[in-house]
């Protein structure tokens, strides 16, 4: 007999697990289907983020940094240092315990509320009177059936085109996570998120990184002042980022990889590495999930189409995450995946995109959420603009860490904060605060009249709020 299901989500990444655990703790019979596997072959939910993604990169950066730190900059707080030398395997396996835990703690709560969990592929056959069966492809078979279904399958690295990751020299985000030898030289093409913190990781162990950026600006979503402070921080640190550049022919041989390109100034170049890193991006993973059969629409680049409230073209088949519309965040995937199981229960919530926090995790931290100067200005807002450096906070000093800076954006009228912009020390953090101020509307005048502690990192952001306001007292 086939099992029945309120609830079915076909992926078990951040969005996916996610909403499986709001669907439970809202009362609803609910299953999971995840085909990630761990090196025994068991199960290793988590999706993308956990295995290959955000969590093992993190991991690997903070490894690297303590091993920079002690290298070059413990001898500025009179730690002297002898004999400095690098273990990687053991780097890469205290990376892989970390994701386990990882995989380990979604398993429990899995166990914890009640969620049946499948250890499969999971795809469309048909529908059903009782809603939509689902067959599960894995160590066993099965075809279950629920009334709603909720589609988290996520994303895949996108490969140039007739240049296949092979993992060993042509390397995904997964490859690059785990390359056994630290290479004499490092290619990146694409200097975005993963592009950034693979390079910093493997510059950082002593590799020669070089990373190819088809445009013509530095991370051209960010706040072009910081963008221009953060390729300030990356330069001094020997990360060497060509800009503008056009890629030609790739030669993948046994000693390592060939690159043809132009340069932004017109002139033919080739790059020779160790292992090539591709990071342009990533396309929604819609391959094998049959919707065909059902007739889930998709556009044009293979993602599920859905409306504002994650709604797909099928009576009761939503679909979240990197899978849809919107940016390809981890924490985008969690709003949703609650957002949809609350739907489901017949409550009224919502995913504000203009609140969605972005981080990159090198060293200096990029963070920002809200609009750019550059969009503002483009669409004609008047606005006010504040600023304050690291170098005149007393906590960054103590850190020994001064780069960068906190930059706000607020309207020239209302004060309400448009957008926060970060480079520095832990800003991944700091960014919360700001995100907070802007669900609640709060002014620059909110922030700076508020009480924060000293010494901390913290209060660069209060003296940026009084900066859009002429009136910073430290700078």
């Known amino acids: 007999m086939t099992k029945q299901f309120d609830v079915i989500v076909i992926g078990g990444g951040p969005g996916g697990y996610i909403a499986a655990i709001r669907a439970a703790q809202l009362g609803f019979n609910t299953a999971c289907i995840d085909e990630w596997k761990n090196e025994k072959g068991g199960p290793a939910p988590g999706g993308t983020c956990t295995n290959v993604g955000c969590i093992p990169s993190k991991a690997l950066l903070q490894s690297s940094e303590h091993f920079e730190q002690a290298g070059k900059h413990f001898a500025d707080h009179g730690i002297q240092v002898s004999g400095l030398a690098l273990d990687l395997p053991k780097m890469l396996g205290r990376k892989d315990t970390v994701v386990k835990q990882n995989n380990d703690g979604i398993l429990y709560l899995f166990k914890k509320n009640k969620i049946s969990f499948f250890h499969g592929r999971g795809s469309f056959v048909k529908a059903s009177d009782a809603g939509h069966d689902i067959q599960v492809t894995g160590a066993t078979e099965e075809i279950i059936s629920g009334k709603h279904i909720v589609v988290a399958t996520g994303s895949n690295a996108r490969a140039l085109p007739g240049t296949p990751f092979d993992e060993e020299n042509i390397l995904s985000n997964d490859g690059a996570l785990r390359i056994p030898a630290v290479p004499k030289k490092l290619g990146v093409i694409g200097a975005g998120v ?40 990356f330069d001094r640190q020997g990360l060497k980022i060509e800009l503008g550049v056009k890629v030609g022919e790739i030669k993948n041989a046994k000693k390592g990889v060939s690159i043809a390109y132009t340069n932004a100034k017109g002139e033919a170049q080739t790059l020779d590495v160790d292992k090539l890193i591709i990071s342009i991006g990533r396309t929604a993973n819609t391959i094998g999930l049959n919707t065909e059969a059902v007739g889930l629409k998709l556009d044009e680049r293979g993602m599920v189409v ?44 919502h995913v504000n995109f203009n609140t969605v926090p972005w981080v990159i995790y090198t ?29 005149a906070n007393g906590r960054a000093r103590a850190l020994g860490d001064t780069t960068g800076m906190v930059k706000m954006l607020a309207d020239a009228v209302t004060d309400e904060i448009l957008g926060v912009h970060i480079v520095g020390p832990v800003a991944s953090e700091l960014i919360a605060e700001c995100v907070m101020a802007m669900e609640f509307k709060a002014s620059s005048e909110d922030i700076a009249r508020i009480c924060h502690a000293h010494p901390s990192l913290s209060e660069a952001t209060k003296e940026a709020a009084l900066a859009v306001d002429k009136r910073t007292l430290n700078f």
């Open 194 to 233: 993963i592009g950034l913190e693979m390079g910093s990781v493997w510059r950082r162990l002593g590799t020669e990184v070089t990373i190819l950026e088809g445009l013509p600006t530095f991370l051209g979503a960010v706040d072009e002042q910081i963008a221009k402070e953060s390729k300030k921080a």
């Open 306 to 349: 859905v409306d504002d409230h994650c709604k797909t073209n099928l009576p009761n088949v939503w679909a979240i995450g990197d899978v849809v519309r919107g940016p390809m965040l981890a924490h985008k995937a969690e709003e949703e995946g609650v957002a949809v199981a609350e739907r489901i229960a017949g409550q009224h919530t």
């Open 363 to 391: 060293s200096p931290e990029i963070a920002w959420v809200g609009q750019t100067e550059q969009q503002l200005k483009a669409e004609g807002r008047a606005y006010k603009s504040g600023t304050f450096p690291f170098l």
